[in-house]
Structures are given as structure tokens and as C-alpha cells.
């Protein structure tokens, strides 16, 4: 099974353009195949990406709820759902995309999510990294997509507001009782040095800061050309700091796999 990042944060705070850039790591860093989940109903990591799936989850449910043909003889709804969701898949370099779209049906995001999410575990298996990027706010947390990850990511902007609501999603997730790994505050768009407000209201979040991402000019104008943030070279300041950050998370997880492994042997002998 492979290791799954999560990012959630509320709207406008840079978590695509995160979820984007770590996808560009793992890329570049030959550690794909990569299954990139946008489980944003206002999708936006494909053009992060620069890829655009065949179809969204939801669309493909939609059809099939309209259509009065059941699926092709010998399979069942589920198999034959998760068959079409398969072939929508945005293929790109070492990286799949599979897009949710929007909810089935006026107000119900319910089967699509528990679809997804099962979707999500079968594919998981076949990839050695998924990346899911979250709808805004908490919505995602209390229907339990994120049922868990290996590193989660609370993503915020460089304001009071946006830590309190980061603090909240961890809170909750606390409640939850989802299965995180580890967990780490991201801070974005920032000028210069966090201020002694910023440094007080993170200690509050009880989230230890994982990364102080840099307000990047490069970001803003990849994004007013329409250019993929996978190709932002890597002079990028935000690339610098993403890429400074994975490589230590990357660092400790196999530390701590070797440790497993010497344990497992050890056990083994003793018997």
C-alpha cells in the first residue's frame, strides 16, 4: 500500500497550488507513479496540473442515473461505475487525475463521496503515492472522505483568520478520530518572517508548523498565463520550501520503516 497525503484549508488559502507543487516533487523526484484525487467539487487541480479528465465522478453518475440502460450483462452497478470512473482517469507524466466534480443531485454529495471513497482505497493500492486535495472548510471532515493519511496538511494564509480555521480542522479531525499519521500546519503567501501575532495564534492550534511557505511572483504569473504549476522551475521560492519539507518528511518515514524492519527481523529470530 502506498502513502497518502492530504491537504484541506479553506478557500483561497494556496492549498491546490500546494497539493500542485507536492505532486511536482514526487514527480521529479522519480518516486511515482502518483494518483493525484481533486475531491474538490469546484475543481481546480487539473489545471494546477495541466490535465484535464475525460470525465468527473460526478457526471458519471449523473449519466447513469439518467440513463434508462442498466450496466452491460454479468455486472453489477458498483463494478460497472467504478469501470467507467477508471477510464476517466487525466493520464499524465507519472501522475493520474481523477476529479470529483460537483454533488449528484441538489444538495446530495453522499454516494458520490462513499463511492470515491472506496474508489480511493482500491486505487491507493496501485500507486506508491495519492495525493487527495480537499474541498474548502470542514464538509469533507464530517462526511469522513478523509478517513485517514500518512501526512495530513492544514493549509492557511498568512492571517489570524486563516490559523483559527486551520485550528478548527484539526479539531475536528481530532473528534473524528481519523487516522493521521502525522500532521502539520503549511502557511502561505508569506512576506518576510511570520509576526510574534502569527508565531502566538499557531502555537494555539496545537498543529506543529510544518512549513512557511514564501509569497512567490512566479506562482502568480504561471497562473495569469495558464501555465501548470508542475512546470514551475526550480528557482521557485515555494518550490525551494515544498521540496525542503517533503525530503525531511520522506526522510523520517523510511527511518522509521528500517526501524519496523530490524524489529520484524528481530522477532523473527527470537522465534
Same mark, same amino acid.
Given at each position: 500500500m502506498g502513502l497518502q497525503i492530504a491537504v484541506a484549508g479553506k478557500g483561497g488559502c494556496g492549498k491546490t497550488t500546494l497539493a500542485a507543487l507536492i505532486i511536482r516533487y514526487l514527480v521529479e523526484e522519480k518516486l511515482g507513479p502518483v494518483l493525484a484525487v481533486d475531491a474538490d467539487p469546484n475543481s481546480n487541480l487539473g489545471e494546477a496540473l495541466g490535465l484535464q479528465p475525460a470525465a468527473e465522478v460526478a457526471d458519471i453518475l449523473k449519466e447513469m442515473s439518467q440513463s434508462l440502460e442498466g450496466p452491460p450483462a454479468g455486472m453489477d452497478r458498483g463494478s460497472y461505475v467504478e469501470m467507467r470512473i477508471r477510464e476517466a482517469l487525466a493520464e499524465g507524466k507519472e501522475?493520474?487525475?481523477?476529479?470529483?466534480?460537483? /454533488?449528484?443531485?441538489?444538495?446530495?454529495?453522499?454516494?458520490? !463521496? &462513499?463511492? $470515491?471513497?472506496?474508489?480511493?482505497?482500491?486505487?491507493?493500492?496501485?500507486?506508491?503515492?495519492?495525493?487527495?486535495?480537499?474541498?474548502?472548510?470542514?464538509?469533507?471532515?464530517?462526511?469522513?472522505?478523509?478517513?485517514?493519511?500518512?501526512?495530513?496538511?492544514?493549509?492557511?494564509?498568512n492571517s489570524l483568520r486563516g490559523v483559527r480555521s486551520a485550528g478548527r480542522v484539526a479539531h475536528l479531525a481530532d473528534h473524528l478520530g481519523l487516522k493521521l499519521?502525522?500532521?502539520?500546519?503549511?502557511?502561505?503567501?508569506?512576506?518576510?518572517?511570520?509576526?510574534?501575532?502569527?508565531?502566538?495564534?499557531i502555537a494555539a492550534t496545537g498543529l506543529e508548523l510544518g512549513a512557511v511557505i514564501p509569497y512567490d511572483p512566479l506562482i502568480l504569473e504561471y497562473d495569469l498565463r495558464g501555465r501548470?504549476?508542475?512546470?514551475? /522551475?526550480?528557482?521557485?521560492?515555494?518550490?525551494?520550501?515544498? !521540496? &525542503?519539507? $517533503?525530503?525531511?518528511?520522506?526522510a523520517e518515514v523510511q527511518g522509521r520503516r528500517k526501524q519496523d524492519e530490524v524489529r520484524v527481523a528481530g522477532g523473527e529470530m527470537a522465534r
Amino acid at each position: 500500500m502506498g502513502l497518502q497525503i492530504a491537504v484541506a484549508g479553506k478557500g483561497g488559502c494556496g492549498k491546490t497550488t500546494l497539493a500542485a507543487l507536492i505532486i511536482r516533487y514526487l514527480v521529479e523526484e522519480k518516486l511515482g507513479p502518483v494518483l493525484a484525487v481533486d475531491a474538490d467539487p469546484n475543481s481546480n487541480l487539473g489545471e494546477a496540473l495541466g490535465l484535464q479528465p475525460a470525465a468527473e465522478v460526478a457526471d458519471i453518475l449523473k449519466e447513469m442515473s439518467q440513463s434508462l440502460e442498466g450496466p452491460p450483462a454479468g455486472m453489477d452497478r458498483g463494478s460497472y461505475v467504478e469501470m467507467r470512473i477508471r477510464e476517466a482517469l487525466a493520464e499524465g507524466k507519472e501522475v493520474d487525475l481523477l476529479a470529483m466534480g460537483g /454533488p449528484e443531485g441538489e444538495g446530495c454529495y453522499c454516494y458520490p !463521496n &462513499a463511492l $470515491l471513497r472506496r474508489l480511493c482505497e482500491s486505487l491507493t493500492a496501485w500507486y506508491p503515492f495519492s495525493v487527495i486535495d480537499n474541498e474548502a472548510g470542514l464538509e469533507h471532515l464530517s462526511r469522513r472522505f478523509t478517513g485517514g493519511a500518512h501526512l495530513f496538511l492544514v493549509v492557511s494564509d498568512n492571517s489570524l483568520r486563516g490559523v483559527r480555521s486551520a485550528g478548527r480542522v484539526a479539531h475536528l479531525a481530532d473528534h473524528l478520530g481519523l487516522k493521521l499519521e502525522r500532521r502539520y500546519l503549511v502557511v502561505t503567501k508569506v512576506h518576510g518572517r511570520l509576526s510574534p501575532e502569527m508565531e502566538r495564534e499557531i502555537a494555539a492550534t496545537g498543529l506543529e508548523l510544518g512549513a512557511v511557505i514564501p509569497y512567490d511572483p512566479l506562482i502568480l504569473e504561471y497562473d495569469l498565463r495558464g501555465r501548470p504549476f508542475s512546470e514551475l /522551475p526550480d528557482r521557485s521560492p515555494a518550490v525551494r520550501q515544498i !521540496n &525542503a519539507f $517533503l525530503a525531511q518528511w520522506l526522510a523520517e518515514v523510511q527511518g522509521r520503516r528500517k526501524q519496523d524492519e530490524v524489529r520484524v527481523a528481530g522477532g523473527e529470530m527470537a522465534r
